[in-house]
Every structure is written in structure tokens, then in C-alpha cells.
């Protein structure tokens, strides 16, 4: 079946402008994550929703990054005034439900602030 | 107390030998370990994962071990193929929340 799919896969934007990334999760997937990897190192968690509502937004580094998930399924990931220091791959996750720990990756969308 | 360790940063191992990634947490809560693979460009893809009630999980060419009582976990590759170059991220999670991920140990076989 398909996987996570997300897109754009590359994002290239001026510092100060605002982007928005979007994430398909596997259908029928209740959780989706969303995570940020710099060159080198490994993903770094934002937020995880279940259903419509975000559980954890703990990892959101400050208020220009903002995450929707409307109708339980797909989710954009939102940044305002865009910094150079966004610059990174950002990754989305989904996993099936309560049951299950497992997290499914898409490819990523590599965004790129100049 | 979130930080899960990774080592080492990198590896080189020849064709057909045993490759072996170390990782270290300090959160008892954790009860999900996972190992992801990730090829250039690619999102990372889950490859094995393991509860704490269990000290060994094998499928495949791949182990993990598990020491509860020293807070270690460790993936083991045998036979080792030039496929498997890619990086290893170690993570750990608890009741579904998010990924804690080490930092990542860069893998070559050499062939």
C-alpha cells in the first residue's frame, strides 16, 4: 500500500517568508507526527497529533511554527518568517493507533531558507 | 533524562563481518526501542524494534539486545552487506508518544 508521502519534496524560500508543508499520512492512520533532522544528526520531535487535536506540541521551537490537522488525515505544517536556521529536512510520521508504537516516515521535505 | 547516546559516529566493516551500534538512555518510562536505517535523501525506515520484557529480538541478519538493568540497547548486523551502508538512528519512546532519536552512526561495509 502506499506510505507517507509528503510534498513539496524540495522548498527553497527567502528568510522572512512563510511556507507551509503537507503531509499524507497511511490511511487510516489515527497518529501523525511531525519531526525536523539538520544535516548530521539525527530527527528532532514538533508535535504529534491524534485525531484532529495536537497531544504534544512541545517540540515547536516558537510561535512562527504552527501545524494543522482539520479533518484527522492530512496535516500542514506552517512557518512564519522563515530564518535561515529553519533550513533543514522536515519529516513526517504516522502510526496506526493506540495499539501500536510503530512510526511509518515519509521522505521528508528539505526546505531551504535563503 | 530525554537524551538516548548513540556510538559509535561511524563504522567501516568489511563484506560478510558484524556490525554493532551501541545506544544508552536514562528515561525508565521508555518501553518502545525502535532502530530506523536512512539512505541519502530518503526518511528514515523503521528495521527492528523491541519492548524492555524482552533481552533479545532477531528478524533476520538483525539483532538487538537489550540490558534493562544497565539502560543499553544495541543493534547487531551480521553478515554484513555493502546494501547495508547507510546511517542508524537508535530511538526510544513511551505509551506512543513522540521519538527520542540518538544522533546516528554512519555505516560502511566495505566489500
Known amino acids: 500500500g502506499a506510505g507517507v508521502s509528503q510534498t513539496p519534496s524540495n522548498k527553497v524560500t527567502e528568510k522572512g517568508k512563510y511556507v507551509e508543508l503537507r503531509c499524507d499520512p497511511i490511511?487510516?492512520?489515527?497518529?501523525l507526527y511531525w519531526y525536523r533532522q539538520s544535516l548530521g544528526q539525527g530527527p528532532e520531535f514538533l508535535i504529534y497529533?491524534?485525531?484532529?487535536?495536537?497531544?504534544?506540541d512541545s517540540g515547536l521551537p516558537n510561535d512562527r511554527f504552527f501545524a494543522v490537522r482539520p479533518e484527522g488525515s492530512v496535516s500542514t505544517l506552517k512557518i512564519q518568517r522563515t530564518e535561515r536556521g529553519d533550513s533543514a529536512v522536515y519529516l513526517c510520521?504516522?502510526?496506526?493507533?493506540?495499539?501500536?508504537?510503530?512510526?511509518?516516515f515519509g521522505p521528508g521535505t528539505r526546505l531551504t531558507v535563503l | 533524562q530525554q537524551q538516548v547516546k548513540q556510538s559509535p559516529q561511524s563504522l567501516i566493516v568489511q563484506k560478510g563481518g558484524i556490525s554493532i551500534i551501541n545506544c544508552a538512555y536514562e528515561?525508565?518510562?521508555?518501553?518502545?526501542f525502535p532502530w530506523y536505517q536512512q539512505f541519502p535523501g530518503k526518511g528514515p525506515a523503521l528495521l527492528i524494534a523491541?519492548?524492555?520484557?524482552?533481552s533479545e529480538k532477531k528478524e533476520g541478519r538483525f539483532t538487538i539486545s537489550f540490558n534493562k538493568s544497565a539502560k543499553q540497547f544495541s543493534l547487531h548486523i551480521m553478515d554484513s552487506q555493502p546494501g547495508d551502508s547507510a546511517t542508524y538512528f537508535c530511538?526510544?519512546?513511551?505509551?506512543?508518544?513522540?521519538?527520542?532519536f540518538g544522533a546516528g552512526t554512519i555505516l560502511r561495509v566495505k566489500s
Open positions: 523491541i519492548r524492555p520484557d524482552v
Open positions: 497529533f491524534q485525531g484532529t487535536g495536537a497531544a504534544d
Open positions: 530511538a526510544a519512546s513511551y505509551y506512543g508518544n513522540k521519538l527520542v
Open positions: 510520521a504516522s502510526r496506526p493507533g493506540p495499539s501500536y508504537n510503530e512510526q511509518f
Open positions: 528515561n525508565t518510562a521508555f518501553d518502545y
Open positions: 490511511s487510516g492512520h489515527t497518529a
